[in-house]
């Protein structure tokens, strides 16, 4: 808090059981105004200060006829406090992206349409590190490389690069080789699980591993050590991949600051990853895995794919079940894959697709993914207001799209404040760590930003009730704006943060692809994109394009993705330092 404590004793805790009813605001002269107290340290004087922050005015005879209510309130609001749940206790109301009445088409689990010929295997352990994970099991499949060699691979060069990128928080070297191991074993005896079959796979750092640590990436957490094993992560090894370690998160999934460093671009290490994926993203852009596990809430697949100029696929809320993964907003969390090209997401998504009981928002809705589809004709949302003044790689991946025969259709949303629904995420994740505020340990935190976590929760316990309610509704009405949108198109194309369309997507649930559709000069940046500094030093980083696409077609967005990343050629160009 920043306000001065009334008791030097006083915890934060007893400071908000204090203000818990005076959700409101008034006249500033009201507060200092001296007024009968209630044992409860509620009085007339409280709610006429907090009807400022709430936007409302009452008359003092409304205020005095509040408060035996407002003491009950305070009263089960620290009830409630004292239960402090378990951070995967899901919410009664659960969120669902699907509207009534509407039919989502039936896709049966299948991937066709990749190439077949991977060609022979590069004499260059670099050259091995960077290829797709549909070559490198292609490779494995004609016994050219083993699990165990590619294995030895990514862990040299995490030896040699991971503290430079400050990309893992734990390597488990020897469990990693003895999986790989046995996938070897199991392919010399036939058995293949799958396509994943002995590739090597980072983790982002709050889906838990038993055994192994989950810091979530903060300070409170940092001994921490997974009891349970994520349904994605059974998953995963259930489909041959082989675990190299946990990939760093910015602190309680935000950002690229964690407990015991900064994640960095490979593109530019003098500038972070962004996030909250930002080991994923860094450690599979700079080629120290083969692909990794990233999560998003809002943005944190996208943004640090756009950063690090890796692929990064946000898919459908609940095709991915979360069971085992840190809960920061139950309603808008989502699992994904980043990886270096678009049927490398196909591949990992295919492994983790599914509903699990744990996750009550998850289910069970086929995928399919056919790279050699015809796309001509492909119905395409685009703004052009978006394109005006973008960058030129945005361009560029537009008239890549249009170059592949698809019709261009003009796609506007409704002039809303979509933003209004920010607060529905600030809240649900205050409650998620409410603990970390009334206990103070916030203040551990490494970020103390004002948009860092530790403001924003503070912050939160004074959000209407009313508006959060108001703001879900509005969230139905986007619901209902891109349902109609998207019922004549296939997929929509655009700048990554252009149109409020990631914010308004994340909301509804829809899927999103960031791939890598070129390069621009920028000066080291902040986490939001501003200069780091005032040298002027430019560097020549990675960028990305995205596209959208209807509940549940990925598949459509992953074959347009390959064909533009196969049109533009900027996919495979590595960052200097690491290559």
């Not at 991946?397 to 019709?407: C, D, F, M």
């Amino acid at each position: 808090m920043t306000m001065p404590l009334p008791d030097p004793r006083a915890t934060r805790r007893s400071v908000l059981a204090l203000m818990a009813g005076a959700g409101a605001g008034g006249a500033l002269a009201a507060c200092s105004a001296p007024a009968p107290v209630r044992p409860e340290g509620l009085s007339a004087s409280t709610l006429a200060c907090a009807e400022t922050l709430a936007g409302v005015a009452y008359t003092p005879a409304e205020r005095e006829q509040m408060l035996s209510g407002l003491e009950a309130w305070q009263a089960r609001a620290e009830r409630l406090r004292a239960l402090e749940p378990p951070n995967g206790l899901h919410p009664g109301l659960i969120f669902d992206p699907r509207l009534p009445g509407r039919v989502y088409r039936e896709q049966a689990d299948a991937i066709t349409g990749l190439p077949a010929d991977p060609g022979p295997l590069p004499s260059d352990p670099v050259d091995i590190a960077y290829a797709p994970v549909w070559t490198l099991a292609a490779w494995m499949t004609r016994s050219a490389i083993t699990s165990a060699q590619l294995t030895e691979l990514y862990l040299a060069r995490i030896d040699a690069h991971a503290d430079a990128l400050e990309c893992y928080v734990h390597v488990s070297a020897d469990r990693a080789r003895a999986q790989a191991a046995e996938r070897d074993a199991e392919r010399a005896a036939g058995r293949v699980r799958g396509p994943l079959h002995g590739i090597p796979y980072a983790l982002k750092d709050i889906v838990d591993v038993e055994g192994l640590p989950a810091t979530w990436g903060a300070t409170v957490y940092s001994d921490r050590v997974a009891d349970e094993t994520a349904v994605i992560a059974r998953r995963l090894e259930q489909a041959g991949a082989v675990l190299l370690g946990k990939a760093t998160t910015g602190a309680i999934a935000y950002g690229d600051i964690w407990f015991d460093g900064v994640t960095r671009n490979p593109f530019n290490p003098a500038e972070g990853s962004s996030g909250s994926s930002a080991g994923p993203a860094s450690a599979t852009a700079a080629a120290l895995c083969a692909f990794a596990i990233g999560t998003e809430t809002l943005g944190s697949i996208v943004s640090p794919s756009h950063r690090c100029g890796s692929t990064g696929l946000r898919p459908t809320f609940g095709r991915v079940p979360r069971t085992g993964a840190m809960a920061l907003c139950w309603s808008l969390d989502k699992i994904g894959p980043i990886v270096r090209s678009a049927p490398d997401a196909a591949l990992v998504l295919a492994a983790i697709n599914g509903g699990d009981n744990g996750d009550p928002a998850s289910r069970s809705t086929g995928f399919e993914a056919d790279f050699a589809r015809d796309l001509t004709g492909l119905r395409v949302g685009y703004n052009a207001s978006w394109f005006e003044g973008a960058a030129d790689p945005d361009r560029a991946a537009l008239e890549a799209a249009r170059s592949l025969g698809v019709t261009l259709v003009p796609f506007e949303v409704d002039d809303r404040p979509w933003d209004a629904m920010l607060m529905q995420l600030e809240a649900e994740a205050a409650a998620a760590f409410e603990h970390l505020t009334l206990q103070d340990l916030d203040d551990r935190l490494r970020w103390q930003d004002d948009a860092a976590w530790p403001n924003t929760w503070r912050r939160t316990r004074f959000l209407s009730a009313v508006d959060l309610i108001n703001a879900d509704r509005l969230r139905r009405e986007a619901m209902e704006m891109m349902d109609a949108r998207f019922a004549d198109l296939d997929a929509v194309i655009g700048p990554n943060f252009a149109g409020a369309m990631l914010l308004i997507t994340n909301y509804t649930g829809h899927p999103q692809l960031a791939f890598r559709s070129g390069f621009i000069e920028a000066p080291s940046r902040t986490i939001f994109g501003q200069p780091a500094d005032a040298s002027g030093v430019l560097h020549r980083v990675p960028y990305a394009t995205s596209l959208w696409a209807p509940l549940y077609e990925e598949g459509v967005i992953l074959a347009l993705g390959a064909a533009i990343e196969a049109r533009l050629g900027v996919a495979d160009e590595r960052p200097a330092q690491f290559s």
